[in-house]
């Protein structure tokens, strides 16, 4: 009796249907497996969605097209002890893997594996940091790269700015182990010269450009191995040798970035050397007569129209502003060599002036003697000499790489200058990657916008709500 019952158990339907469903779950199961499975081998780029809203781990097309055309092996390790791997970092080396099946990626725990970053480097190396290593050479990507501080307002504020520069950082690391072409920044010395430091040193490093200072009282010449001469804020006359050897570095296709302020006193040498190139300087500091072109409530920190080339398109392209603060005039000469292509890059509006004694104005308005605009602040000058080109480029204020003046305009003042210098060493592709605020962002609103805006909020838009109010009133009093 009790095997009949068992039998007719296995054959009852509520048997047959709890198979069913027990069938069923192990297929769906399965294929929930299978799929996971499929999922963990596709690249980050597919499974993983930039949810951030910095867009952390999304590439810009600099780095896009360096992965692309990458065509030799590139490692890079995160040092970092297991379980304190920095999860950004982490997220955006997956990035770089999944672009490229060039890259690969490791993690090495430096107490499991001490010695490792002796390989590569003497210096002590933070947790957290990235070795890139290439067969051509190595860099050591610290953290501190990766993550930019800025206390520059600790004291006033309590508070500090971070900025993650790990697409940055990386890129540029990526370029510098891969290249064949490091260029050699020689800034000139002697003259009360401002030297590169800081953030802006940082930044040009960071394009893979070596920076040497020079002195031309010690040497014949300007040195072959010179990709571009830097001229940066001269408070004194060059020596008129000096000169007629920068001169000669020009005519053998050299490359010359000039960053100048007004002075009072005469510099003979260094008029005679941008004349040789078509251009002059304006004595004294422009102020600008257009709202749109200035500052509010600063008429001599100009906001100049950009124009076109390569220099600038990055900045036309991003509808960025440049901040050129108390900037003397550049214009061309009546007449110049035929074989000298002059462009400008930053003008004023033709209702900027000049002041030519700015120490002793007593107001920015115009005044009788005040010459007119429109002027240069920067331009950008070629020529080919004995089939080789020679480049020079002239911005007429140093204050614009003064990291508050570059903070107002989002770091577009630094780009500038590193374009100006990729394009002086013929740097296709440099890199000028901008860092991810993670903190507050800068708004600079010409002196004309904010005018306008200032009456919206403060004037018309009251004005709308209260007329809105009376009418409301009037229409329910009617009823």
């Not at 007719?8 to 192990?26: E, H, I, N, P």
């Not at 590139?74 to 970092?80: D, G, Q, S």
């Not at 220099?311 to 003397?328: C, E």
Request: charged share 20%; aromatic share 8%.
């Amino acid at each position: 009796m009790k095997r009949t019952q068992k039998v007719s158990l296995f054959k009852s339907r509520r048997f047959k249907s709890g198979g069913y469903a027990v069938l069923v779950s192990l297929v769906v199961v399965a294929v929930v497996v299978a799929v996971n499975l499929f999922i963990g081998q596709l690249p980050s780029t597919i499974t993983k969605i930039d949810t951030t809203s910095q867009k952390l781990f999304t590439f810009s097309e600099q780095t896009e097209q360096l992965l692309k055309n990458l065509n030799e092996n590139v490692t890079l390790t995160l040092i970092a002890e297991s379980g304190s791997e920095d999860d950004t970092t982490m997220q955006l080396l997956d990035r770089y893997k999944a672009l490229s099946d060039k890259i690969t990626v490791n993690t090495v725990d430096p107490v499991v594996q001490p010695k490792f970053t002796a390989n590569y480097t003497s210096d002590d190396v933070a947790a957290n940091s990235v070795i890139v290593v290439s067969g051509k050479r190595s860099k050591v990507v610290a953290k501190d790269d990766i993550y930019e501080y800025d206390y520059s307002n600790y004291y006033s504020t309590g508070t500090y700015d971070v900025s993650f520069a790990g697409e940055s950082a990386l890129t540029s690391a990526i370029d510098y182990v891969i290249s064949d072409n490091l260029p050699v920044i020689y800034q000139l010395q002697g003259h009360g010269e401002t030297a590169l430091s800081g953030t802006l040193l940082s930044a040009v490093e960071k394009d893979n450009l070596t920076v040497n200072d020079l002195s031309l009282l010690a040497l014949e010449a300007v040195p072959e191995d010179c990709s571009c001469l830097l001229i940066y804020a001269p408070t004194a006359d060059l020596g008129d040798e000096e000169t007629n050897k920068i001169i000669t570095y020009m005519d053998q296709g050299g490359r010359l970035l000039l960053i100048t302020d007004y002075q009072d006193a005469a510099r003979p040498n260094l008029i005679k050397l941008v004349n040789n190139y078509g251009v002059d300087m304006v004595n004294g500091i422009v102020v600008e007569g257009d709202a749109n072109h200035y500052v509010r409530g600063y008429q001599h920190y100009l906001l100049p129209t950009v124009e076109t080339h390569d220099i600038t398109q990055p900045i036309i392209d991003g509808n960025l502003y440049v901040l050129m603060p108390v900037s003397h005039g550049i214009v061309k000469l009546d007449q110049y060599r035929s074989s000298l292509t002059i462009t400008d890059l930053l003008t004023t509006t033709a209702n900027a002036y000049n002041k030519a004694n700015p120490n002793s104005i007593t107001s920015l308005e115009r005044e009788d003697g005040d010459t007119s605009g429109p002027f240069d602040l920067g331009v950008a000058i070629s020529e080919t000499v004995n089939d080789k080109e020679t480049r020079m480029v002239w911005f007429s204020s140093t204050q614009f790489l003064n990291d508050q003046v570059n903070e107002m305009v989002g770091g577009s003042n630094q780009d500038l200058f590193l374009n100006s210098l990729g394009w002086m060493c013929e740097q296709e592709n440099n890199i000028s990657i901008r860092s991810k605020s993670l903190s507050q962002e800068y708004l600079t609103v010409p002196d004309g916008s904010a005018n306008l805006w200032s009456a919206i909020l403060a004037v018309i838009l009251p004005l709308a709500v209260l007329s809105a109010g009376i009418v409301v009133v009037v229409k329910r009093r009617k009823r």
